[in-house]
């Protein structure tokens, strides 16, 4: 079982207007995370914040979405060439959030069934889940309600997750759109995410690319706001396996 650890360092701005994440490939990208603590009302959740020193993101979903494409493209600003299983793997990026360093701990899954029982090991002190389809498979779309959400709900209950649309370039691929018209399907619209997201109780949707690396920052930016602000007015717990 691969368990290695990639560690990158990410600069996050707090003295400005918004976040600015600066990888060491030189990409850079905002997100107004610093208002967003601010405007948060709660002396609790700003005890919590200013003490937790780690964020924990795992994302699941079915084999060959893009998950590990995701996670790299994201901490190396490098498109893999070639597509290689996941058993388990982690990256770590490192980020200051008000003058406090905090560790974003990105955790790959593998989605193939022979990993069902493995996988949850991943689980425990997870503050934040990408739950993630491609917008160009039908099928990882559907699993999403009836795989991915039952199973981090039943071992993380009240932890947050994010419905996250991948490979949205495939949109306009012509070879794309002609494999999934001969199986009488078709690519997935944002607002079926949107839907989706809304029924099973997601944070909330968003989609990147991460070819393009199109929304692929806002992602992370969006997870970390949910790990850091979760939307339950009750005091976030971690997931924890019994």
């Given at each position: 079982m691969s368990d290695t650890c990639?560690?990158?360092?990410?600069s996050w701005n707090l003295n400005r207007t918004h976040v600015i994440v600066q990888t060491s490939a030189g990409t850079e990208v905002s997100r107004n995370v610093r208002e967003a603590l601010e405007r948060s009302t709660s002396p609790a959740l700003r005890l919590r914040a200013n003490e937790m020193q780690t964020i924990k993101c795992v994302v699941v979903g079915d084999g060959a979405v893009?998950?590990?494409?995701?996670?790299?493209?994201?901490?190396?600003?490098k498109f893999p060439s070639e597509y290689v299983p996941t058993v388990f793997d982690n990256y770590a990026v490192t980020v200051m959030i008000g003058g406090e360093p905090y560790t974003l701990g990105l955790f790959d899954t593998a989605g193939q069934e022979d990993y069902d029982?493995?996988?949850?090991?991943?689980?425990?002190?997870?503050?934040?889940?990408?739950?993630?389809?491609?917008?160009?498979?039908?099928?990882?779309?559907?699993?999403?309600?009836?795989?991915?959400?039952?199973?981090?709900?039943?071992?993380?209950?009240?932890?947050?997750?994010?419905?996250?649309?991948?490979q949205m370039d495939l949109r306009d691929d012509s070879n794309t759109l002609e494999k999934l018209a001969k199986n009488k399907q078709r690519a997935?619209?944002?607002?079926?995410?949107?839907?989706?997201?809304?029924?099973?109780?997601?944070?909330?949707?968003?989609?990147?690319?991460?070819?393009?690396?199109?929304?692929?920052?806002?992602?992370?930016?969006?997870?970390?706001?949910?790990?850091?602000?979760?939307?339950?007015?009750?005091?976030?717990?971690?997931?924890?396996?019994?």
């Open positions: 990639k560690t990158q360092n990410i893009g998950k590990t494409c995701l996670l790299i493209s994201y901490t190396t600003n029982r493995l996988r949850p090991l991943s689980y425990p002190q997870t503050d934040v889940f990408l739950v993630c389809f491609s917008v160009v498979s039908p099928s990882s779309f559907e699993n999403v309600r009836e795989k991915w959400v039952p199973e981090i709900s039943h071992h993380c209950p009240r932890t947050p997750f994010l419905l996250v649309g991948t997935l619209a944002c607002e079926s995410g949107e839907k989706l997201a809304r029924e099973l109780k997601a944070v909330k949707y968003v989609e990147c690319s991460a070819l393009t690396q199109r929304g692929l920052k806002n992602v992370f930016d969006e997870a970390i706001l949910a790990a850091l602000e979760p939307p339950d007015t009750k005091p976030k717990k971690r997931c924890v396996l019994l």
